[in-house]
């Protein structure tokens, strides 16, 4: 991508009406633009990271044997009323123009239209255990929506539902969720402590939470943790009689209060949806039985909302290798020339226009500063900003040298590389 062809510019100044560091960022890079409190547009900088992350999560739920689906946003009362879930408030209420009442909300969770669908599919232990997934908005009327990506109000989210003949068999598939969960957030740069949680308006019975420590993270958890050599142990504090400097349950090691955002969500559902819709089975034994249900949650646009707060240093973004929206961030310093005609063209353009070529046809994912008018500090400051993991610059100097100078996001150090020699180090 040609960055002088980019939808988008980048802004020297924070927003005004964000207060955090991802939004501060996202906005500045031209990632985002902020539509309403809550409500964000995914630029093509920032579509990219999104797509990213997708790619990851599909993979490994594809991995687990989920079964992508999509399901609608406009879900009507009848299937909340069975779990009476139509009078939760975080819903927003669709009505039509001409229509005296609203009979829909959008959805903020599926469980309810998917168990009453499945049970169009599932009728014996034959059809067990099966598993499904969308990628999709989530609406939901957040009070507190100021944390950019973190929160909302219509936001991204993978979830996974899946079905089962036994608590057995459920718990069996929670721990495949919970190990695709880890890889996952690794594969985003993220480290995720798995925590110990109540169930909210899902499930009466505790869930797991996946929590990245993180000082604006609006969730305190009590966590046996890794500073202190712990064991890792961890329970939200909504649930906990967990102290600061108490002893852990599990190993005796000493628990921390830390600050967490929640990026991930597990619920082992039991029965409570396939008994409000009939989803039952026929047994191995000739009995009838409820199915057994559990529902998966990542926040997808969070995700990359705490990507970026975990790695910046204050003047940009560092995105993690897998998310980045490009490998390369190639910059061309050719401001001396900029008054040049076509055919008296530099040959610092021509070489950096070369190099862009050849990297493209290595299929390397590569965001080309060939703008005209910005000067050497401009180019630097937005290419810090944006955040991609390899700055390459082709100047004079590089030129006379016969290279390109190669530099890593967030390191000092530069090298030279022989341009002929450039596709072997990428
Ligand atoms: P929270 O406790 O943060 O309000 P939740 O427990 O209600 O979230 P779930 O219903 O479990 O959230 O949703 C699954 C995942 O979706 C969460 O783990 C979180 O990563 C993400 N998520 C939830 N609410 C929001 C929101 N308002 N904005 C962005 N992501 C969200
Ligand atoms: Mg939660």
């Given at each position: ?6 939808f ?31 409500v ?5 900088l ?7 992350i997708i790619n ?14 999509f399901?609608?946003?406009m ?5 909340w009323s ?23 909300v959008?959805?903020?969770?599926h ?23 969308q ?12 944390s ?28 495949a ?15 995720a ?19 990245v ?16 050599g712990g ?10 009689k ?16 830390k ?9 082992p559902l039991?029965?409570k949806?396939s ?10 034994d ?69 190099v ?6 290595a ?7 060939d ?27 590089t ?10 996001r ?17």
């Amino acid at each position: 991508m040609r960055l002088s062809q980019l939808f988008t510019k980048t802004l020297r100044e924070s927003p005004k009406d964000e207060e955090s560091v991802n939004a501060k960022l996202l906005i500045r890079g031209g990632f985002v633009a902020k539509n309403s409190a809550g409500v964000y547009t995914f630029l093509p900088l920032g579509w990219r990271v999104i797509e990213k992350i997708i790619n990851i999560i599909r993979e490994e739920m594809d991995a687990i044997a989920g079964q992508g689906i999509f399901m609608p946003a406009m879900v009507e009362k009848k299937y909340w009323s069975a779990t009476g879930r139509w009078d939760v408030e975080i819903g927003y209420e669709v009505r039509g123009k001409k229509d005296k009442e609203s009979n829909f909300v959008l959805g903020w969770s599926h469980e309810d239209i998917l168990a009453s669908m499945a049970a169009k599919f599932i009728n014996s232990y034959k059809d067990l255990p099966r598993a499904v997934y969308q990628i999709q908005t989530k609406f939901r009327n957040e009070p507190r929506a100021k944390s950019g990506l973190l929160r909302g109000r219509e936001f991204l989210m993978k979830d996974l539902y899946s079905f089962h003949e036994s608590e057995k068999d459920l718990f069996r598939y929670y721990d495949a969720v919970k190990e695709a969960y880890f890889k996952i957030f690794e594969r985003c740069g993220l480290k995720a402590v798995y925590t110990l949680a109540g169930g909210g308006p899902f499930t009466m019975s505790n869930t797991h939470e996946f929590q990245v420590l993180a000082d604006v993270g609006e969730d305190t958890i009590f966590v046996c943790g890794p500073p202190a050599g712990g064991c890792g142990h961890a329970e939200n504090s909504e649930i906990s009689k967990l102290k600061n400097g108490a002893k852990c349950p599990e190993c005796g090691g000493r628990i921390e209060e830390k600050k967490s955002i929640e990026v991930g969500n597990i619920f082992p559902l039991g029965t409570k949806y396939s008994e409000a819709f009939g989803l039952r089975y026929l047994a191995k034994d000739g009995g009838q039985k409820h199915v057994v249900m559990g529902s998966y949650g990542i926040g997808i646009s969070r995700l990359m909302g705490t990507i970026v707060e975990i790695h910046n240093d204050g003047i940009g973004i560092l995105w993690p290798e897998n998310a980045a929206p490009f490998k390369v961030h190639l910059i061309v310093l050719d401001h001396r020339n900029q008054e040049a005609t076509a055919p008296e063209r530099s040959s610092v353009r021509g070489t950096a226009d070369n190099v862009y070529e050849e990297l493209l046809k290595a299929k390397v994912e590569v965001l080309y500063d060939d703008r005209v008018v910005q000067s050497p500090g401009e180019k630097f400051a937005d290419a810090d900003l944006i955040g991609c993991p390899v700055r390459m610059v082709v100047s004079e100097k590089t030129l006379k040298k016969d290279s390109v100078e190669i530099k890593k996001r967030g390191k000092s150090e530069t090298v030279l590389i022989k341009a002929e020699k450039l596709k072997e180090y990428v």
